[in-house]
């Protein structure tokens, strides 16, 4: 049964990193997800959802950043939240976000086993700016590379949710 893993990162180049090295070690842009917050402005109305330029579904290159963010969450789909604001996302996650009206971040982190109080937790960090990495393991040894990989990126906070 799949996990998920969530590493929050301070900065988007930790986030980065953790990303390019764990798609170094074979995993598929389909087991990867990123949220992070938007600058006011963002409308809601980005690009296809994307991140290190790169666009999720063709593996094209996209255009310039969203918001101000650049590098990892530049061409990321910008999504406006009522009561948190605009957050860019990529990713399967992303595609949970995108139906939320009034659940916030947490209501969309649940179908990914992602209990409603640490969604609510990790909702709190975004909007202080921090980044949010989740990555799908269908094993416990992909779980503790996965574990592994955010550490050593800077990760603060890691932790591996299994689907109810």
């Known amino acids: 049964m799949a996990s998920t893993v969530?590493?929050?990162?301070?900065?988007?180049?930790?986030?980065?990193?953790?990303?390019r090295e764990l798609k170094a070690r074979d995993f598929s842009e389909e087991e990867i997800s990123l949220i992070g917050r938007g600058e006011e402005g963002d409308d809601g109305q980005g690009e296809e959802m994307s991140y290190d330029g790169q666009n999720l579904a063709d593996g094209t290159a996209t255009g310039g950043a969203i918001g101000g963010l650049t590098g990892l969450l530049a061409g990321a789909g910008?999504?406006?939240?009522?009561?948190?604001?605009p957050i860019i996302a990529a990713g399967p996650?992303?595609?949970?976000?995108?139906g939320i009206?009034?659940?916030?971040?947490?209501g969309g982190l649940i179908d990914y086993g992602i209990p409603e109080h640490e969604g609510?937790?990790?909702?709190?960090?975004?909007?202080?700016?921090?980044?949010?990495?989740a990555a799908k393991s269908e094993s416990k040894d992909m779980s503790e590379e996965i574990i592994?990989?955010?550490?050593?990126?800077?990760a603060y906070d890691v932790k591996t949710h299994d689907p109810r």
């Not at 910008?78 to 604001?85: C, D, K, Q």
């Open 6 to 19: 969530v590493g929050m990162f301070k900065s988007k180049e930790q986030a980065e990193e953790a990303i």
């Open 78 to 85: 910008a999504l406006l939240i009522p009561g948190i604001g």
């Open 93 to 98: 996650l992303a595609g949970a976000l995108t």
């Open 101 to 106: 009206v009034t659940g916030g971040i947490a």
């Open 120 to 133: 609510k937790r990790y909702e709190e960090e975004i909007k202080r700016g921090k980044i949010m990495v």
């Open 148 to 154: 592994s990989i955010f550490r050593q990126n800077g």
